[in-house]
């Protein structure tokens, strides 16, 4: 089984704002858990196929985005069905509320945590004893 590599180019936010996927015959609610500057996964009522293009109404607090994206994930998780959506098409107003609000929720939930670099060689490295006594 081939290891799956991080793809994302901003970090993912938590949230909780209400999405609605705008279906021919009738909408879907939603709630997006968690979002970033390409995108957001989203808890559904129905299920999606992967690849399926989606056009979808985000409730921002200063009011909706519309926006189109394409399902990249559909399954279940630890916290329950839904989907990750590539967001590809915004509007230039809706995408600087989007912007904006994803910065400003960024900035509320701290810096990106920094990984330490492991060094190999000190985990395995016992630390010379003093020979000194006192």
């Known amino acids: 089984m081939r290891a799956q590599t991080e793809q994302r180019r901003s970090r993912r936010v938590p949230c909780n704002l209400p999405v609605t996927w705008l279906r021919l015959s009738n909408d879907v609610k939603g709630i997006a858990r968690n979002i970033s500057l390409e995108g957001m996964f989203v808890e559904l009522e129905a299920s999606v196929a992967v ?44 995408q600087l509320r989007w ?13 990106r945590p920094q990984r330490d670099p492991i060094k190999v060689g000190a985990m395995f490295r016992a630390e010379p004893r003093s020979t000194t006594t006192g």
């Open 51 to 94: 690849g399926f293009i989606m056009r979808l109404r985000v409730d921002l607090p200063d009011g909706p985005v519309n926006a189109v994206g394409e399902a990249r994930y559909a399954g279940d998780t630890a916290t329950g069905q839904g989907c990750g959506i590539l967001i590809f098409t915004l509007g230039r107003e809706d």
């Open 99 to 111: 912007q904006s609000y994803y910065h400003n929720l960024a900035q509320m939930n701290g810096p």
